[in-house]
């Protein structure tokens, strides 16, 4: 399963890793309002449960390139989790990451690799 | 189907006490400067700043007419030197006006009932249907909606038109990359069902009262160029992209000249339709404006500069002819909600775009008869029979 690459946007990659370390806590909680929202949307948490989140998903930076045009954000799944994970990720954090922390967290997703 | 999306209850905690200071702060600010009171506002728009900065910051279970009363509180302490001070009687109206409507504001009463919003899941459905706390921003889009929609009742009365619904969404940065400091953009989106959804971006942080004048201008143009595009077919329509040269450049053109034709309708909004209409012409002149100046041009500058070109040229054209003569701009108005509310792909937008502005004249170059027959012939029938296929092909 693919990687997705994404613009830089306002935020940078350590952030981004400290927010996914908290969206994934909410996750794991079964009382959560996050949990509820992602069973609600039909994502099969049952393989992800307990699994520690940089062996579900990890963001980093593609390149130290200078210029934040070329170079991308890359979130990064998990071979064996990687449909659920990124089916959370679109679905569930993207979103909620979106309307948290703004609209441009991360830039546009990129197709051209 | 799920609400509209609108901004965090967190940012709309300190969104909430700007969207309430900067119409109060232009309302005096002439008169503070005028007697020479320029610091202590200074000092005002600074402590404003600094606590819808600690709004942001306060947690989900402390309701947001609770936030906002605290920060009155806090806002009124921090104004003592100032309410004390020489201009302390042109000030003190100001203060008291600002903490009056801070602590006005009730979300049980917006909400209508003892469920308000609380950072959960049922509060874009609240502000959908409330939303007092982003209030002038709803009343913007009322406006807004309005203008557009009476343009397409009167241009085209027997197409039904799709509903809209309101939206909004922060960004941390400028939320466009147009080289003018207006610190608002929009989007507009098609729902499953048909509806069209205008979303308003804005960037709290740096939020002043020229990008409030702006949202305006924003929202006329979200709601004339967009939400009503492909309106004869609402449920198979798809968005044809911010290079669409005949959305972003010809429809905008006309939006800008909607709204000045529609000032009387912002009576009511906190500012003067010479104000909106200021702001709205900065707005739309450095949209397509694309050639470098102190900043560089925006990516889509060109695209829109090619479809205001045609815009303008196709106005010519139906000054001219005898069909249209007597009211060209109406005419073009007609037009224009024709073609979008037929709902032509990206290709046939650049197309149309492409032939008016190689077939007809620019404004002041001598006619070729020769040369630009095609065009005024295909526009003669689009106006005699309302044949759009002979028109855009």
């Not at chain 1, 909620?96 to 967290?105: I, N």
């Not at chain 2, 009742?153 to 039904?160: D, F, K, N």
């Not at chain 2, 196709?314 to 709902?343: I, N, P, Q, W, Y």
């Not at chain 2, 032509?344 to 020769?370: C, I, T």
Request: proline share 5%.
């Amino acid at each position: 399963m693919a990687d997705i690459r994404y613009a830089v946007g306002a935020v940078g990659v350590r952030d981004l890793n400290q927010e996914l370390d908290s969206l994934w806590r909410e996750l794991q909680d079964p009382k959560s309002a996050l949990r509820r929202e992602a069973e609600a949307k039909g994502v099969d948490l049952q393989k992800v449960s307990g699994l520690p989140r940089n062996e579900a998903i990890t963001v980093r930076q593609e390149s130290e390139g200078f210029d934040p045009v070329t170079t991308a954000i890359i979130v990064a799944f998990s071979p064996v989790v990687a449909e659920i994970v990124r089916d959370l990720w679109r679905n569930v954090f993207l979103p909620r990451l979106r309307k948290h922390k703004g609209q441009d967290v991360l830039g546009e997703e990129k197709k051209d690799k | 189907m799920a609400p509209a999306s609108h901004i965090s209850f967190e940012q709309r905690k300190g969104l909430a006490l700007r969207l309430i200071a900067l119409p109060l702060l232009h309302q005096h600010e002439a008169r503070l400067l005028h007697v020479g009171a320029q610091n202590d506002l200074q000092l005002l728009r600074s402590n404003i700043s600094y606590l819808a900065g600690e709004a942001i910051r306060s947690p989900n279970s402390e309701h947001l007419d609770c936030s906002l009363k605290g920060l009155a509180s806090k806002l009124f302490t921090a104004s003592a030197p100032q309410l004390a001070g020489s201009f302390a009687p042109r000030f003190s109206p100001l203060v008291t006006q600002l903490t009056r409507q801070m602590n006005a504001l009730s979300c049980s009463t917006c909400s209508g009932s003892p469920s308000v919003c609380d950072g959960g899941q049922n509060d874009d459905a609240l502000v959908a249907g409330g939303g007092h706390c982003i209030g002038l921003l709803r009343q913007l889009f009322d406006v807004a909606l309005l203008i557009a929609q009476n343009a397409f009742q009167r241009y085209l009365p027997a197409v039904s038109l799709p509903a809209v619904e309101f939206s909004t969404a922060h960004f941390n940065q400028k939320p466009h990359d147009i080289p003018v400091a207006l610190y608002c953009g929009g989007k507009t989106t098609f729902a499953n069902g048909g509806n069209s959804v205008v979303q308003l971006h804005l960037t709290p942080d740096v939020l002043d009262w020229d990008t409030c004048l702006a949202c305006l201008y924003v929202l006329v143009h979200e709601c004339f160029c967009h939400a009503f595009y492909g309106a004869r077919n609402p449920s198979q329509r798809d968005v044809t992209g911010n290079d669409d040269p005949f959305t972003e450049g010809w429809m905008d053109w006309l939006a800008h000249e909607l709204l000045l034709q529609n000032l009387n309708l912002t009576q009511g909004l906190p500012a003067s339709g010479t104000e909106f209409a200021r702001i709205a012409t900065i707005f739309t002149e450095a949209r397509s404006r694309y050639r470098d100046g102190a900043e560089p041009a925006s990516k889509h500058a060109l695209s829109r500069a090619l479809g205001k070109e045609a815009a303008i040229k196709m106005h010519e054209l139906l000054k001219r002819l005898l069909e249209s003569c007597a009211d060209a701009l109406e005419a073009l108005f007609r037009l224009s909600c024709d073609v979008l509310a037929e709902g032509f792909r990206l290709e046939k937008h650049e197309n149309f775009v492409y032939a008016v502005n190689m077939g007809l004249p620019s404004p002041g170059e001598v006619e070729d008869p020769q040369q630009f027959a095609n065009i005024p012939q295909r526009v003669r029938m689009y106006l005699k029979n309302n044949y759009l296929k002979t028109l855009v092909t």
